[in-house]
């Protein structure tokens, strides 16, 4: 019995034979943790995607039958998968970087200056720390404060993004005012995306 | 002007309405006025923002940084915040959850250059 079971581990030995770097993308996102996959589909093309989709309801239960069967064989890929993911990680990355560096020799000075103030602008680590160490009344890792401004820096971000939509969509220009900035926290605020805590929510009033 | 209205309203909204004797938020020195000036630019605004509306902007960089601090703090191990309990908060969004595991694997890297670095320099 288990003959389709069967046929579909074969299909898969196949597969891994040929070593399609699609094939073996998608069996390693099966493997390995769920950390890794949302940064990586970040920089997925979307016909990876696609593939990935397709795979994945099949190698599903094809993974635990491999392991199974053939465990020699299944370490032996485990091996091999990290060393694959990293190539391939690392190829997306320079197809990435490169892409990056056309852009940027493209820019004119504005656009180069804008864009280095948003590379380099960050808070001061200090005032984070002293500010962090100021709630908790204990002292703080320092991954905590890389953390603290960087994820500070994306919500910055999102603020200011979402105050120039609102200021486009009203027809004002640039210099943000504050009442962009409200209506921004505002629309903010219905999706969820800042954190707030002094109002709970009563499901049955 | 409207505009100082509106402000003036908005501070009070902070301080939940105490008749603006004890303006806490506000009087505060400000902490990230410079810095987030030029994160203002780099995010699009103008090259000169407005004060008032870096001084809001400020306001709600410290609230967020407030509430994750408590949220941290009532999670993982209590009355400590650690990265792992900053990571599990955020794990519903992808920039920013994105955004910590670059930073902290690249603060892995640099440490580990610093490091062999340092004693290539030791060995010679």
Redesign the interface.
Known sequence: MADPARIKVDDISERTTSATEEHQKSEDTEGVSA?AP??QE?KDASSQDQLKQEDKPETATQEDEEEGTSGQSASKRLKVEPEKKKEKRHKVDEDEIQKMQVLVSSFSEEQLN???????????KA??KR??QS??G?S??Q??V???S????????????E??DVCEKWGDT?????????EA?RRLKSRD?????KYKNILFH | MAEDEDETGFEEELDDGSGGVDVGHGRRKRLFSKELRCMMYGFGDDQNPYTESVDILEDLVIEFITEMTHKAMSIGRQGRVQVEDIVFLIRKDPRKFARVKDLLTMNEELKRARKAFDEANYGS
């Open positions: 950390t949302p940064a970040n804008r864009y280095e103030m948003y590379r380099r602008s960050a808070f001061p005032a984070i500010l962090i709630i908790t204990s703080v890792s991954n905590v890389i953390a603290m960087g994820i500070s820096k994306v919500f910055a971000g999102e603020i200011v993004e105050a120039l640039p210099p943000l005012q504050p009442k962009h900035m409200r926290v995306q800042i954190p707030n805590t």
